[in-house]
């Protein structure tokens, strides 16, 4: 297997342009996408060419199966995904303006019951992929480190993407057993604020975003990249410090998922034995397709665009 995701998988209900001008809102459009970040990270990996293994939590309902549809028809194996009897699977609520920006509302049941997915899911692998710390079923300190141990046990690298914690407070404290073996993490700018205590002016420099990763690099992280939108991404780490701009392209329909399609492009270069900057760059190639479709994984559809993208603005090295 070349990389293992555990995380998030999800039912997202994207409205997109909502208009509030008259007495009843509309919206442009509402569709229901599969996504969360292991989901998400597992379908544009698989499409890059890879073999995935994704280990998810859902429930016996309607949006779970959904969920492993999705995922079987990708073609990752869910030999180690958890159908919990009586569980609701997890439904969030996706609001995309008119910009593209995007807010997204979550219910009680994105905890999970607590439920976590165990070490012995972890084998076999050269990548693990936490999609995402610090949320359910990666939100117990315990857990993750048993997580992160038989990932290095399985001599495997690994990456840690973040998230908020919505239902309660967790700090980088409490999970610096997983932090220490943690050889990649991608926190947004405002997870990197959040976990730093750095707060956000809108006007972030690359001393601003270096500030930012010392916290993590601190807790024993060996890289950070910090996944800045339109400013790009900001990687400090045992290869220097440096900021990649972000690609300009049109339209932008839909920013959903953006940064796991950067994360899954930055795995693949990994996985290719590709530098620092040329991961960054595989996986802002990444993000840029997919914000121009709706849905998380609707933009990147396979290899050759990718690379296509990549030759366009990169040429054939790394510059």
Request: proline content about 4%; glycine content about 10%; hydrophobic content about 40%.
């Amino acid at each position: 297997m070349d990389v293992t995701c555990i995380g998030q998988a999800v039912v997202d209900c994207i409205t997109i342009g909502i208009d509030k001008s008259g007495e009843k809102m509309k919206a442009r459009s509402i569709t229901l996408s599969p996504g969360g970040d292991a989901l998400n990270e597992s379908i544009i990996l698989g499409r890059l060419g890879y073999r995935v293994r994704t280990c998810c939590i859902t429930g016996p309902d309607t949006a779970g199966a959904l969920i492993r549809d999705t995922l079987e028809k990708s073609g990752a194996d869910l030999s180690e995904a958890m159908v919990v009897p009586g569980l609701q699977s997890v439904v969030a609520d996706i609001i995309v303006e008119n910009d593209g920006s995007r807010s997204s509302i979550n219910a009680e049941s994105i905890r999970l019951q607590d439920r976590h997915i165990g070490p012995s899911a972890i084998h076999d692998t050269r990548v693990v992929s936490l999609a995402s710390m610090f949320r359910a079923p990666l939100d117990d300190p315990a857990a993750n480190a048993a997580l992160a141990a038989a990932a290095k046990q399985a001599d495997a690298i690994l990456c840690v993407d973040t998230k908020i914690p919505v239902f309660r407070k967790i700090t980088l404290e409490e999970m610096k057993e997983t932090l220490a073996l943690t050889d990649y993490i991608f926190p947004n700018e405002t997870e990197a604020s959040y976990f730093s205590g750095i707060p956000l002016t809108g006007r972030e420099t690359p001393e601003d975003y270096s500030a930012m990763a010392d916290a993590f690099l601190a807790a024993g992280v060996r890289n950070v990249i910090i996944k800045a939108g339109t400013r790009g991404c900001f990687y400090k780490g045992e290869q220097g410090c440096f900021m990649e701009p972000a690609l300009s392209v049109k339209p932008v329909v839909d920013t959903t998922g953006a940064g796991d399609n950067f994360v899954s492009g930055f795995i693949a270069g990994l996985l290719e034995g590709k530098t620092a900057r040329e991961c960054c760059r595989f996986g802002t190639a990444c993000s840029a397709l997919s914000i121009q479709a709706a849905g998380a994984a609707a933009g990147v559809r396979s290899r050759d665009q990718v690379e296509e993208m990549y030759r366009k603005h990169y040429g054939n090295g790394e510059g």
